[in-house]
C-alpha cells in the first residue's frame, strides 16, 4: 500500500486531499498544526500527527516515524492579504515562511523517506504566482517562488528518481478566503494609505471563491494526475486555472495593469 504525507490538512484542500488518496487505496499520514484539527482527522481514521511545517525538531521527529514515503504533498500554507508596505517585511518573512521556506524543510526532512521509494514531491502553488494582482503581493510572491523552487528539485532530485510535479489552483472551495479577510482586516489600518480603497482589499481576499471548483473535484484531478506516466511537471485544476495565465501571458503589461488597476479601484489619486 503506498504511502502519502499531506501538510495542511486542517479543512479544504488538504482534507479532501486526504479523503481521495485514502478512498483509492494509499495509506494516508494526514497533518495539521492545531491539536483539535489532528483530533478530528484521528477521528476520520487517518494518521494524524501535529505539525508545524517551520518546526524542525518536529520534522525530523516525524521523520523517524514515518515506515516509508512514497508521495509528499506539500499544501500547507495560507495567503496574505493587503497593501503591500502596510504589512512589511514581517508580514512577507511570515508568509515565506510558511509558503515557501517549509517546502524546502520538510521535502529536505523526508528525503531519505523519497529517496528510497524513489517517490513522488507535489507542491501546490497557485495561478496567482503567475498573474499577480495588487493587495495580494506577499501571497503572489511566495506562490512565484514556489514555482521556481518546484522547477529547480525537479532538476536536483532526478538523479535519484524523486519527480517533483507542481500544481497550480484556480478558485478552489475552501476556507482560504474566510481566513484571507481576516488577514486583511488585521493588517489595514485606519491610518493606512489605502484605507479609502479597503472594499477593494477585502474584495482581493475573496476573489478566491469565485465560483470555486469544490475540493473534492480537485483532489481527484490531482490524484489522477499522479498516477499519469510520466508525472507532469505542471498541473493546472480549478476554475481561472487556465485562463488567468492565459490572459498574463497574452495581454501587454500596460494592458494588464489598466484592467487590475481598474478593478480594484487603483485608477484614481490617494
Known amino acids: 500500500m503506498p504511502t502519502v504525507l499531506i501538510t495542511g490538512c486542517s479543512s479544504g484542500i488538504g482534507r479532501a486531499l486526504a479523503h481521495a488518496f485514502r478512498d483509492a487505496g494509499h495509506q494516508v499520514w494526514a497533518t495539521a498544526r492545531k491539536p483539535q484539527d489532528v483530533d478530528q482527522l484521528n477521528a476520520a481514521g487517518f494518521t494524524a500527527r501535529q505539525l508545524d511545517v517551520n518546526d524542525a525538531e518536529a520534522l525530523a521527529r516525524l521523520a523517524e516515524e514515518l515506515p516509508q514515503l512514497d508521495i509528499l504533498i506539500n499544501n500547507a500554507g495560507y495567503g496574505a492579504m493587503g497593501p503591500l508596505l502596510d504589512g512589511g517585511v514581517e508580514a512577507m518573512r511570515q508568509q515565506f515562511e510558511t509558503n515557501v521556506f517549509a517546502v524546502v524543510g520538510v521535502t529536505r526532512a523526508l528525503f531519505g523517506h523519497l529517496r528510497r521509494s524513489r517517490g513522488l514531491v507535489v507542491n501546490i502553488g497557485s495561478v496567482s504566482g503567475v498573474l499577480v494582482t495588487p493587495f495580494a503581493g506577499a501571497y503572489c510572491a511566495s506562490k512565484a517562488a514556489v514555482h521556481g523552487l518546484s522547477d529547480a528539485l525537479r532538476l536536483e532530485l532526478a538523479p535519484f528518481g524523486i519527480r517533483v510535479m507542481e500544481v497550480q489552483p484556480g478558485a478552489i472551495e475552501s476556507q482560504f478566503a474566510s481566513n484571507a479577510q481576516q488577514q486583511a482586516e488585521q493588517v489595514l489600518a485606519t491610518d493606512s494609505p489605502w484605507w479609502p480603497l479597503r472594499e477593494q482589499v477585502q474584495a482581493r481576499a475573496r476573489a478566491s471563491q469565485d465560483r470555486p471548483t469544490p475540493a473534492a473535484v480537485f483532489a481527484q484531478g490531482l490524484l489522477a494526475a499522479t498516477r499519469k506516466s510520466p508525472v507532469p511537471a505542471l498541473v ?35
Open 236 to 270: 493546472r485544476i480549478g476554475n481561472g486555472s487556465t485562463a488567468l495565465p492565459l490572459i498574463a501571458r497574452l495581454l501587454p503589461q500596460r494592458v494588464l495593469d489598466g484592467v487590475l488597476r481598474k478593478r480594484f479601484g487603483l485608477l484614481r489619486p490617494l
